[in-house]
């Protein structure tokens, strides 16, 4: 089981029950994911042709007041999720996150799936 306060709800958003890990609420989760049309705002790879899509923070400072609000995040793939955290190694307080939760996210985002096989 995976616990740690950056993963902390799953949400369903695909039509075979595949359960994507995200760390902001369902409804914010799921209205960044309608915002961006479910295709990645870096890359524009699309759930819908089977990549896996994190919800992702931009700050992951959780005082700040807007930090559960869909214009505190961005749909992007599991590997541009895992590039971003990777970019703020050396300088994680950028991103609200100290080294060692960094070191973790990264540690987790390189064990997860970056395609879903079994898309419609």
């Not at 359960?19 to 819908?48: M, N, V, Y």
């Not at 590039?83 to 190694?89: G, I, P, T």
């Amino acid at each position: 089981m995976i616990s740690h306060e950056l993963i902390t709800h799953a949400i369903d958003l695909s039509p075979l029950a595949i359960p994507i890990l995200l760390a902001f609420s369902k409804a914010t989760a799921r209205k960044i994911g309608q915002r961006a049309g479910w295709k990645s705002e870096i890359s524009g790879k699309s759930f819908w042709d089977g990549w896996v899509l994190h919800m992702a923070h931009l700050n992951h400072d959780k005082s700040d007041p807007n930090y559960d609000k869909p214009e505190s995040g961005i749909c992007v793939t599991v590997e541009e999720h895992l590039k971003m955290h990777e970019d703020a190694v050396g300088n994680e307080e950028s991103i609200g996150l100290c080294v060692q939760a960094n070191n973790y996210a990264i540690k987790m985002l390189k064990k997860t799936p970056i395609y879903n096989k079994y898309k419609k």
